[in-house]
């Protein structure tokens, strides 16, 4: 009999504007795979599928912001529901290692903490979309928002900013309180992140709190210590 596959590991990047999200996903990512040997999967969201990616493209231009906090909501799960379907389940099902770019967790920032979206609203919409594939790890990537978005504009300084990036600063501001607010809700399942520091430290925080909190996955390599990253 073939050995069952081992247990699918499922990480989520979460923060602000120009956090550097997609930037430490992409080093997790080669490291994990140098490390384990596992395949990893990269995602992202909204988005992440065919159907879910065409969502995407319609909330990024703004197209349901008129419709109000609700509505996006409604939006951002109809392809997270999609997105965890096609990509994410059957990745974990498989036993890889799942590595995506936001999850619920902007739902409840962004709609929910910032754009006043009533907790059990999101709650409810979270519980129908995600059930029991809950992140086994979340990086809540931290920086104040003014970093962020400076960052985020320089990027994207010829196509102009998206729907959220265009939001006033409180907006952001809100948004930094609603990620902190749900690391201490649920501490066993997030950490902090330090992102307002160059990459490479960043990296290298990273790398020790996804040692220190998910030992199985990555083999200690000889001489080298674990301490309890937060
Ligand atoms: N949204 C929502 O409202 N509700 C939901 O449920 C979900 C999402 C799932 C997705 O946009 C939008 O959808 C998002 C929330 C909302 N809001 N916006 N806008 P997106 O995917 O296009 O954008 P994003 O998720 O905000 O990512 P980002 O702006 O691309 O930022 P990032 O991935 O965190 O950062 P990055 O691309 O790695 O880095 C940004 C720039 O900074 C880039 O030029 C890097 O080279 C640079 N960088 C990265 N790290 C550093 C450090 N350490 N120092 C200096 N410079 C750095």
Do not use: W
Request: aromatic letters at 4%; glycine letters at 10%.
């Amino acid at each position: 009999m073939r050995p069952a596959p081992p247990r699918g590991v499922f990480i989520t990047f979460e923060g602000g504007e120009g956090a550097g999200k997609s930037t430490q996903l992409g080093r997790l990512a080669r490291h994990l795979q140098e490390r384990t040997g596992r395949t990893v999967v990269t995602t992202r969201e909204p988005g992440g599928s065919p159907r879910a990616e065409e969502i995407r493209t319609a909330l990024l231009a703004g197209v349901a912001k008129r419709y109000g906090s609700f509505a996006e909501a409604l939006l951002f799960t109809a392809a997270r529901i999609d997105h965890l379907d096609r990509l994410i389940r059957p990745a974990l099902r498989r036993g890889e290692i799942v590595i995506c770019d936001r999850f619920a967790d902007s739902t409840r920032a962004y709609q929910g903490a910032a754009g006043g979206l009533e907790a059990r609203t999101v709650r409810a919409l979270e519980r129908v979309a995600v059930g029991e594939t809950r992140p086994d790890l979340t990086l809540i990537l931290d920086l104040p928002p003014e970093t962020g978005l400076a960052r985020a504009r320089a990027r994207s300084s010829e196509t102009g900013p998206d729907r959220f990036e265009a939001e006033a600063l409180d907006f952001h501001a809100r948004l930094r309180a609603g990620f902190r607010a749900i690391a201490e809700a649920e501490p066993e399942r997030c950490a902090v992140i330090d992102a307002d520091r160059g990459a490479d430290a960043v990296e290298a925080e990273i790398r020790a709190v996804v040692a220190a909190r998910l030992p199985d996955l990555v083999p200690a390599e000889p001489g080298e210590g674990r301490h309890n990253a937060a």
